[in-house]
Structures are given as structure tokens and as C-alpha cells.
């Protein structure tokens, strides 16, 4: 049987009312409404979390447990620390073992923190309290002040009543509440972690013994009959190759890597390295092995070699990043795009000094740039290269930062030598940002939408952004990069970014943050105007969960803003039958059977005729909701019902006014009809005007209304 879509409200319903009936003191003339908000999005926590967090993948700290006595006796654990220390999967162990001993098939949930800053996460938008449940919120995207912290606090009082409790993490500034629920999480050693993986994950027991710090302790190879074989050299090979300050991603990185070296060729190094009687074997050993660490290791040593010698450095690191942005690009393309960098006071002119020394290809190749058979960048002999060299570069010269970012813009300027590689150096730019002090990312967003020759890179920057969101160290840097954009009207490019960044994943992913910044763009009637409400409209109609969560929005948005055109731009947007993404008719039916529903339509046409800058507009979705009635699209009686509600509200203006009356180049049989019905009709007394002085306010006693038309109406009941 399939699932009936239209939503299921309540017939009554009250502001902040959790009881099932709503108690009026005195006179009541207005309708009585709530405000719904959608519950904050909640999905499993993932299974390689779970799985990173328990035997035999576990790397031991003290934090977990710290933390689990702390949700055991509260119900509520703040668990603080830089990225990378290992506060995410160590929130994962305490919850399961807060809940089941540390069995992976504890109930854990990932919440999103999707709320605005000067907001509060309220019962209403939390999960209704479960026995056995285990929550996680990142705070990383979403600092929580002193009142969000409030309202989390009291939440995980009710889960411990019940038996679940409620881990947060984010850094040591992210959470503003009571301190006592803080602990600071202890980075796990980088070395056990990278070991876990090798020998249970990725299936690599050999390279995990090479890793192994006492090679004593690890397996020597022995035959069945020939008796105890000669110790494996290779164990403890590398057990310096990771310091123990990793990050425990990076640990598990760099054993993926390892995971990928041929056994028999780091057994071969190793022979050699030991053979003290063979000189040339013992040194051809060494490099090889130098050679593994530095492929293992993204080249740090390669490159700090290569970039930092006195002499050439300055050319030699020039043409490095040039190939390292631009990897895949014509060697030419690379060459002018390093002749392009910015000049250094007091030295040469960047031309003469490349056309000096080597050759640009021989600087190329001599700084671990391979050349294709189509004499393309690559770095195929060296992976992992490009984006390290970057890496490197920004973190040691601080210095050359700001020369770097012009450099950049300079050169992916439109008709520039790099004006087709901004997809790939923008997801360079975003990789590099994650980690980087003083990420350059957001500035070069703002480069590319900042001259009116963005179009071309709308669809660039949407996807970046989008990008960026999903990412933990990025994610509330992008939330405010795309309400400040909304909000900016006078750059129109940004604000289509913000409209189609919204209509994509993030707007699933962040429903209600993504609605805010929707409700921005709906100020302007502009192109990104137009992407927000296809955004909008096409979110409505994706499930009875989200059409009722933009309705409430609406809604908000008509009372909190009276004389913003957003909130009418909105109803319009949903009431237009022409829509290609129309909830119209959803609404019709909804509405006949919800009080609240009616009302919204009542009190949205009302809102939106008082308002100039959409008058035209309103006009045009009269004329649309005229030929619907004309065509039976949408229920005749019920449809002029409402709109002889909004007639009879107040004294009709401009678009109902030319609906009713004018517009005598409009004589189509549907209008027609919907003037007659609305002259005719019995005017409905589900609602009254809200303003004491209205004149379409009927005495007490009244026993008829008068129509539209100047002719009696029906009895009233």
C-alpha cells in the first residue's frame, strides 16, 4: 500500500505546546498556530568509525574511558582537542562502552548541529528520548554558546534518565557551557594506530612487523623441518618512519601507503642495507630504502632537499608549484604560468631570470617533475608529490603567503595562462586549507566571484563550497562564507553560488541553516532569487517531513519580517500552480482538513497584497490559480473559498484589485468564472481580520455579508 504524502497535522495546535488539547483564557478571534521546526538531521554513526573505536583496530588511550565514567554519572561528555588528536573515534568508544561494554552494536547516532548561531537547539528539534542511545554532535562546524549549551545539557538529563547519553567534540573554544563536562582528549600513538590497520584492515601483517618498535617481540620465520629459521632483518625496519605526534588519520594514510610496498623489494633493501662485506650492495640498499621512506612519507625529505638549498631555490620552488597546481597541464602551460609569479623587490625580472641557468624543463625535471609522452605534468614516478610540495611550501615560507595567493589570482584571472585549471587548483587550495594556518581557500573564492566575468565559475565555486561544507576543519567557515554572500546584493554572482550550493547536498544535509540563507536570497528578485525558490519549492515537495518544515518557515518569515519581500516571494513561490516543483495542490488538500494550513494560505495572500515589490508577481499567480479552478486542477469550492477570505480581510489592492476589477486585456473564460464566483460565493467565517480597525470587520449581530459585487450574499449559519 503506498504511503499517503500529504502531512498529518494536528487539529488544534498551540506556540510551543506539547499537550494534546490548548486551553484559551477569554475571547479568542485569531487562529492559534506553532511553529514546526524539522528535527535536526540524525544518521548512524558510521561503521569504520564504530569499527576504529573497538578490538583489534583500537589504539589505547586514556580518553575513552575518562569519558565513559563521565557519561555514566551525567549522561553528557565534552570531549576537547585540537584536529587530528583523536577526539572523534575516542567520543565513539566511550558511548559504546557507556552503552554496551564496548560492544559494536550499541544505537549511535551522528547530530547535526544544524542551527544558527543566535539560536537554540529545543526539545522540538531533538531526537525524543530512547532507552539505549548513544548521540554525537561535532561542534567544530557550529559553536555552541552558553544557551545552546543549556539546552543540550538538560537534553542529556532526560537520556541519562533513560539510560542514553549525549558525547560532543569539537576544539577547546568550541564549547561555551559548564567546564565540568570537559575533558581534553589524549592523541593515541600514531605508530599503534598505523600497525592496527596494516596487520587487521588493510591485511598487511608483513609491513605491520616492519613497523614494529622492538623487533624482538615480532615473528621470525621458521621452517616445519628444518628448525628455527635466521631472524626476519625486516621487523622494526621503519619503526621510526612515523613520529608519535601524528595524527591518527594521517597514521592510518601512511600505512595505506605502506600497505601498497612490494615485500620482496623492501626485503631486497634490507639484504643489501646488512651486506657489510658488499660496500656498492650496502649503499645501493640505503638509497633504496631512503627511497621507500620518502614514497611512504609523500617525499618530505625529497623535498626538503630540493627546496630549501641556497642558490636556485627561489626558481627551482617557483617551478615546483607551478606543476604541482597545474598537474596534468601542458609543460608549456606550466612554464608561463612560473614566469608569471610575482617579482621580488630588489630582484632581477622574474622573464630574465628563467631565461638564465638551466632550461625551464631541466628545473622541471630536477625537482621531480615527470613529463608525459604528450609533454604533460606528472608526477606518476613520485605520488603524492604535488600536493605535499604544496603543503610544504605554505608551511615554511609564512613569508611568501600573500605572494603566493596573487600569484594565483594573477594567473587563473579570465583569458589568463591557468584560467581552465581553476577546478583542480581550487580542490588543491581546499585540501591545503584543511590542515593549513591561514587557509588561502575562501580568499580565492572571493578572487573568482568578485569580477563580473564569474559566470563562467559559478558552477566551480558551488561545487567547492559544497565540498568545503562536508569537511569538519572548513564547515563553519563555509556556513558563514554563504550568509554572507546571500546577503550581499550587490554582487550577483555570489549570491547565485550561495542559491545553487543550496539546492544541492547541502541543502539536505543542513535543512534549516540552508533555509536562512534562502530566505536572503528571496530579498532581491534576481536570477539567485529565482534558484532559491526552485530550492525551496523542490525541498517542499521531497517528503511530508520537509513540506511542513517549510511551510512553518514561511510562515516565521511573514510575521517575523512583515516588510522583507522574502516571505511573500516564498508563498508565492508555493502557491503558483505553474511551478514546475508546485506544492499548490498539496496545499488545497492539506488545507481542507487542517486549520493551519487554510490559515497559512489566508494570512500568506493577505501578507504578500500588502506587499509593492511583489504586486506584479501576484498578480500573475491569480491569474494561474483562476485557470486551475477553470481546468478542475484545484477544488473550485474550496480554492474561492480562500480567496473570498482574502477579499473580505481588507479592502483589496492593487493585484487583487486588477484581479477583481481591472486588467480589461485579460477576458479569458477563467478569469471571467473566477470573478463571478467570487462576487457570488458566501463568504467563509473561519477567519477575521487580526486588526481592530479593520472595516470589513462585521458588527455584532450581523446576520448577512454582503458579496464582492454589491449584491447580497448567502445567509450566514
Known amino acids: ?134 548521540y554525537l554532535i561535532d561542534a567544530t562546524s557550529r559553536r555552541i554558546n552558553s544557551q545552546a549549551a543549556l539546552a543540550l545539557t538538560s537534553w542529556a538529563e532526560q537520556l541519562h534518565a533513560l539510560g542514553s547519553c549525549l558525547a560532543i567534540t569539537g576544539g577547546p573554544r568550541d564549547w561555551q557551557g559548564d567546564s565540568r563536562y570537559a575533558i581534553t582528549a589524549v592523541r593515541p600513538d600514531a605508530l599503534q594506530v598505523a600497525r592496527n590497520h596494516l596487520a587487521v584492515r588493510l591485511g598487511s601483517p608483513t609491513q605491520a612487523h616492519w613497523l614494529h618498535p ?9 621452517g616445519l623441518l628444518r628448525g628455527p629459521a635466521a631472524p626476519d632483518r625486516t621487523a622494526g625496519a621503519l619503526a621510526d618512519l612515523i613520529p608519535r605526534n601524528v595524527s591518527p588519520s594521517n597514521a592510518v594514510s601512511i600505512a595505506e601507503r605502506l600497505s601498497g610496498i ?77 614566469a608569471a609569479f610575482a617579482q621580488v623587490p630588489g630582484e632581477e625580472p622574474v622573464a630574465r631570470r628563467f631565461r638564465e641557468g638551466r632550461s625551464p624543463r631541466r628545473r622541471l625535471r630536477d625537482v621531480g617533475v615527470d613529463a608525459t609522452a604528450d609533454d604533460r605534468a606528472d608526477f606518476s614516478s613520485r605520488p603524492g608529490l604535488a600536493l605535499n610540495a604544496i603543503r610544504m611550501d605554505w608551511h615554511h615560507w609564512a613569508d611568501e603567503r600573500e605572494q603566493t595567493r596573487i600569484w594565483l589570482a594573477r594567473i ?42 564569474a559566470t563562467a565559475r559559478i558552477e566551480t565555486v558551488a561545487r567547492l563550497l559544497t565540498q568545503a561544507a562536508e569537511s569538519d ?58 534558484i532559491a525558490a526552485s530550492a525551496m519549492t523542490a525541498y517542499a515537495g521531497s517528503t511530508a517531513q520537509a513540506f511542513a518544515h517549510v511551510i512553518d518557515a514561511v510562515e516565521s ?44 494560505l489566508i494570512t500568506g495572500w493577505w501578507a504578500t497584497l500588502e506587499q509593492p515589490d511583489v504586486r506584479e508577481r501576484a498578480h500573475q499567480v491569480l491569474l494561474a490559480w483562476a485557470q486551475a479552478i477553470h481546468e478542475k486542477r484545484l477544488d473550485r469550492t474550496f480554492t474561492f473559498g480562500i480567496l473570498t477570505d482574502v477579499r473580505n480581510a481588507h479592502t483589496p489592492v492593487d493585484a487583487m484589485s486588477r484581479f477583481l476589477y481591472g486588467s480589461p486585456e485579460h477576458d479569458d473564460p477563467a478569469l471571467i468564472d473566477a470573478r463571478y464566483a467570487l462576487a457570488n460565493l458566501r463568504a467563509c467565517s473561519h477567519t477575521r481580520c487580526p486588526q481592530p480597525d479593520c472595516p470589513n470587520t462585521p458588527a455584532s449581530g450581523t446576520p448577512t455579508e454582503v458579496g464582492a459585487a454589491g449584491g447580497g450574499g448567502e445567509p450566514l449559519d
Open 412 to 453: 587563473t584571472a579570465p583569458g589568463e595562462t591557468a584560467a581552465a585549471w581553476v577546478d583542480q587548483i581550487g580542490e588543491r587550495l581546499l585540501e591545503l586549507s584543511r590542515t593549513e594556518v591561514d587557509p588561502p581557500f575562501f580568499s580565492m573564492l572571493e578572487e573568482w566571484t568578485a569580477t563580473p566575468e
Open 557 to 600: 518569515w511573514l510575521e517575523r519580517f512583515p516588510t522583507h519581500p522574502a516571505g511573500p516571494r516564498a508563498f508565492l513561490a508555493l502557491a503558483d500552480p505553474a511551478n514546475p516543483h508546485s506544492t499548490l495542490t498539496r496545499l488545497i488538500t492539506a488545507a481542507q482538513s487542517s486549520p493551519k494550513l487554510r490559515d497559512f
Open 262 to 338: 612490494n615485500v620482496d623489494r623492501f626485503g631486497r633493501a634490507v639484504q643489501q642495507r646488512d651486506d657489510k662485506e658488499n660496500p656498492e650492495a650496502q649503499k645501493q640498499g640505503l638509497k633504496e630504502l631512503r627511497g621507500i621512506r620518502d614514497e611512504v612519507l609523500l617525499w618530505t625529505n625529497f623535498l626538503e632537499k630540493t627546496l630549501t638549498e641556497t642558490g636556485t631555490r627561489g626558481q627551482d620552488r617557483v617551478m615546483l608549484l607551478s606543476a604541482a597546481y597545474l598537474e596534468g597541464a601542458p609543460l608549456e602551460v606550466c612554464i608561463r604560468a612560473a
Open 1 to 134: 500500500m503506498a504511503e499517503d504524502p500529504s502531512p498529518q497535522f494536528p487539529q488544534q495546535t498551540a506556540r510551543n505546546n506539547t499537550g494534546p488539547t490548548v486551553q484559551v483564557g477569554g475571547p479568542n478571534h485569531s487562529p492559534i498556530n506553532i511553529s514546526y521546526r524539522l528535527p535536526l538531521p540524525c544518521n548512524p554513526v558510521p561503521g569504520s568509525d564504530r569499527a576504529a573505536a573497538s578490538e583489534p583496530l583500537w589504539a589505547h588511550t586514556i580518553t575513552p574511558q575518562r569519558a565513559a565514567d563521565l557519561l555514566a554519572a551525567t549522561g553528557l561528555v565534552i570531549i576537547t582537542g585540537e584536529h587530528g588528536s583523536g577526539r572523534r573515534i575516542s567520543a565513539v568508544r566511550a558511548l559504546q562502552t557507556r552503552l554496551a561494554g564496548g560492544s559494536t552494536g550499541a544505537h549511535l547516532f551522528d547530530l547535526a548541529p544544524d542551527w544558527e548561531d543566535d539560536e537554540t537547539p529545543t526539545k522540538d528539534v531533538l531526537p525524543q528520548p530512547h532507552p539505549g542511545c548513544g
Open 214 to 222: 622492538d623487533p624482538n617481540q615480532a615473528p621470525a620465520r621458521s
Open 473 to 530: 576543519e572548513l564547515a563553519r567557515q563555509t556556513h558563514k562564507t554563504l550568509l554572507d554572500w546571500a546577503s550581499q546584493k550587490s554582487n550577483p554572482h555570489r549570491r547565485v553560488v550561495v542559491a545553487q550550493v543550496c539546492r544541492g547536498t547541502y541543502g539536505q544535509q543542513w535543512p534549516h541553516t540552508s533555509l536562512v540563507r534562502l530566505r536572503h536570497l528571496l530579498g532581491n528578485d534576481d536570477p539567485a532569487a529565482g
